[in-house]
């Protein structure tokens, strides 16, 4: 393998680099000699505490060397060598660290520090090409280390300038280079993309549909990583997962216990497998954030009077057990629930436990999410069924975008066959399979082995720092009788027992303690009056941001700042959040999230609440919308804006009719795979939202907010669902009161007429 050494410098601490003494004559003459002759990069640290911030911030180091004597040496070092160590081998426990000195005997050097160091170096002892050839060595030798085994393998056969006369056409970037538009992009990603842009024709790298080679070993590593017994790599995203998962343990007429709270992929494995779906109805407080289900939904008495009751189900099937139980964890706005409480209650009367972790793939690696995912060690529960976890591993770790991972950890008395289930994962997979996103979850996974505690850890610290300033923020207004966002959080921390208020608590102890974070009914910050004890917490790094106008009793005030208005104005000014509710707004604080990110987000903020404050005209806050809708916006102050359209959802009641719709669960005419197959005999009919009572709509509808099906394909929109109705022509007027507020509805189509816009469904023909 090329190693490119330059690319990776060497950190050499020490005061004597402008010495005029022969120590620093010879550290002078090691850093040339490493430059000019081994042709690495020195990276020169004056302090032990200056060094401490160049490890901390950059993971492109390839070597350590530390001058042991600084403090002998200048009067100014505060901080001691062994922390700088410290702070070393917590953060990279393979890293060479050398330890240069020349007044420390051997026999005085301390054996922890021994334990933790590669090798001693004597400034005078041997000769500055001696010692440059031992770093040089150490350097190599941990840049071949940090590949892991598929992209380490990936690599070699890039760099081994092979002539190729097999797919993909391009070989290896040669054919972009006949066109100017093929050139450009040649141009734009670099060689190395299109070098490791493969074919299933290069034997070296293994198969991934036959898990074997180094992709299969990859797949391996990355179920030992995860806590899996079995491990599989996705390369077109959870939503795949989910169908290899489902595809792999329903057949026709199976019963499935799904979470209504669920990717729509979920719903499309109903269609797929042409299974009878029960359903579990997840709570939503007063904001409209969506909580944990009733943990006595998952009670085996619960789950038989459902299958008892339901209508579709022919009454010889209702004897036969349910195959799959499929649960959202964590939530969109960050509910994790205490999965070994759930597995104790679903092993009763579920064959297969399905937990969709999009979201979450961090939890294993950081001990705040104990007991709280998929693949928790749970050595209290001998019995519990096969669990299946689908993870987006691009989401939140460092995936490339789709790269997914399957994770498998066999039940206590049952075994899930790797070859059965990969006859489902054929189907859904590519013969043709990108290697840069297999060396991708490949990297993710030994990244996550290298050091995810610490990058867990450090991402857990900045998200509750943020929290906290955001929090101080609100207070130092509020004792102005002043405004400003807050966070949905607790308001009170029991600090080994003294009540705090959260921004008074300090990071490291919300950082490493589990309980300020998980809900009781008791401490009831977050609205669910009747939430079990140490069912559920909330993702310290799911950041869910509150707007003024919403109380968490649901009462509404005469003013308030929907949020839709907010991150409309955020992203005009290049800020993206993840998901907009009416009255709150979702970020994700990530390994890839910095301190500036966050400093731009909170000067965002302040710049909003000022324009606000000042009732500044939509022409300079939202210029896009005053273009687009000149009739209805120009002349009108932001303030007026966001209390025009805060008063017409406290007018009409938008968020009540929102919570009675998600209450109901529709009466099933037919499966959703029916449902579908009425779509493919073309035996269906767009209708008009007016029309559509007692229509069965042949696909789900999913309103956005908050994201989850608020009528299944083969469900009847009858008087039982009238709530539903309701909430769809509440939102359809609203749109034509407030033109360029239109949200996304998945399975709604608009037309327009004499000015207005009309909500349509596709319906089964009549």
């Keep these: 393998m090329k190693i490119t050494k330059h690319t990776w410098p060497i950190l050499i601490v020490s005061a004597q680099f402008e010495a005029s003494n022969d120590e620093g004559i010879r550290l002078r003459e090691l850093e040339e000699e490493l430059i000019t002759e081994q042709e690495c990069t020195v990276h020169p640290s004056y302090s032990y505490e200056d060094a401490i911030e160049v490890f901390m911030s950059r993971a492109d180091l390839g070597a350590v060397v530390i001058d042991w004597d600084i403090q002998e040496e200048t009067a100014e070092e505060k901080t001691g060598p062994e922390k700088l160590l410290d702070e070393i081998r917590k953060r990279n426990k393979t890293i060479p660290v050398l330890l240069l000195t020349e007044r420390l005997a051997i026999e005085n050097i301390p054996t922890r520090v021994l334990a933790k160091i590669n090798e001693c170096l004597w400034k005078t002892a041997d000769t500055s090409e001696f010692l440059a050839g031992r770093i040089e060595t150490l350097l190599v030798e941990y840049l071949h280390s940090v590949y892991p085994d598929f992209f380490g393998e990936m690599v070699r056969y890039a760099e081994a300038y092979k002539y190729a006369w097999h797919t993909p056409g391009h070989m290896g970037g040669e054919g972009f280079l006949k066109s100017p538009a093929g050139v450009a992009m040649h141009k734009f990603y670099g060689e190395n993309v299109f070098r490791s842009d493969l074919s299933i024709s290069v034997p070296e790298l293994g198969s991934l549909l036959d898990h074997d080679g180094v992709v299969g070993d990859a797949e391996k590593n990355s179920a030992r990583v995860f806590g899996a017994d079995q491990t599989y790599y996705v390369l077109n995203g959870t939503s795949n997962v989910n169908q290899i998962i489902w595809r792999s343990q329903l057949v026709r007429d199976d019963i499935a216990f799904v979470d209504r709270n669920c990717h729509k992929s979920l719903n499309y494995a109903m269609v797929i497998t042409d299974a009878y779906p029960i359903y579990m109805v997840p709570r939503r407080n007063k904001r409209g954030i969506i909580g944990p289900c009733r943990l006595s939904e998952f009670s085996e008495k619960t789950i038989k009077q459902k299958v008892k009751e339901n209508k579709l189900i022919p009454e010889k099937l209702k004897k036969q057990g349910v195959k799959m139980s499929a649960l959202t964890n964590s939530t969109y706005d960050g509910v994790c629930y205490n999965v070994i409480n759930i597995k104790k209650q679903l092993q009763k009367s579920v064959e297969n436990l399905h937990f969709d972790e999009a979201w979450y793939a961090y939890a294993r690696f950081h001990p705040m999410y104990k007991d709280h995912f998929g693949m928790a060690d749970d050595d209290l529960n001998q019995n519990h069924p096969p669990i299946f976890c689908s993870q987006s591993t691009h989401k939140l770790l460092t995936a490339f975008s789709q790269a997914s991972m399957l994770h498998v950890r066999n039940g206590s008395h049952v075994e899930i066959d790797p070859d059965e289930l990969n006859e489902s994962y054929m189907m859904h997979g590519s013969t043709s399979p990108q290697y840069s996103m297999i060396a991708s979850l490949d990297v993710a996974t030994k990244m996550m082995d290298d050091n995810g505690d610490v990058m867990m850890s450090d991402t ?6 943020l929290r906290k300033k955001v929090a101080n923020i609100a207070r130092e207004m509020r004792q102005k009788n002043d405004w400003f966002f807050e966070m949905w959080q607790p308001a009170k921390v029991d600090q080994d027992g003294a009540i705090k208020n959260f921004e008074d608590v300090p990071t490291d102890y919300l950082c490493t303690h589990q309980h300020p974070w998980v809900f009781s009914a008791e401490n009831n910050w977050h609205g669910f009056d009747d939430i079990e004890e140490n069912y559920a917490m909330l993702d310290p790094i799911k950041l869910t941001f509150t707007t003024p106008g919403l109380h968490e009793d649901g009462s509404m005030d005469d003013e308030g700042i929907p949020a839709a ?41 302040l710049k909003f609440k000022e324009l606000y404050d000042a009732n500044a005209p939509l022409n300079k806050v939202q210029p896009d919308l005053v273009e687009a809708y000149p009739e209805a916006y120009d002349g009108v102050g932001i303030r007026d804006h966001c209390n025009d359209i805060h008063r017409y959802y406290k007018q009409h009641k938008l ?30 009919e767009y209708v008009e939202l007016k029309d559509m009572k007692d229509r069965i709509p042949a696909v789900m509808v999913v309103p956005y907010p908050p994201g989850i099906p608020v009528i299944m394909g083969g469900e009847v929109l009858n008087e039982d669902a009238a709530a539903i109705f309701d909430y769809l022509e509440a939102r359809q007027d609203f749109e034509n009161v407030f033109p360029g507020y239109e949200s996304d509805i998945h399975g709604v189509e608009r037309i327009e007429k004499d000015g207005k816009k009309y909500f349509k469904t596709m319906c089964v023909k009549k």
Excluded: W
């Excluded at 910095?594 to 000067?603: I, V």
């Design 655 to 684: 968020l009540k009719k929102m919570q009675d719709a998600f209450q109901v669960i529709p009466d099933q005419a037919m499966k959703p795979s029916e449902a579908y197959h009425e779509v493919v005999r073309k035996n269906v």
């Design 565 to 605: 208005i907010v991150t409309n104005y955020l992203i005009n000014h290049g800020i993206v959040c993840e998901k907009t509710d009416y009255y709150s707004f979702l970020m994700l604080n990530s390994m890839g999230t910095t301190k500036a990110k966050q400093g731009g987000l909170l000067a965002g903020l």
């Design 460 to 465: 857990i610290f900045e998200a509750v720092n």
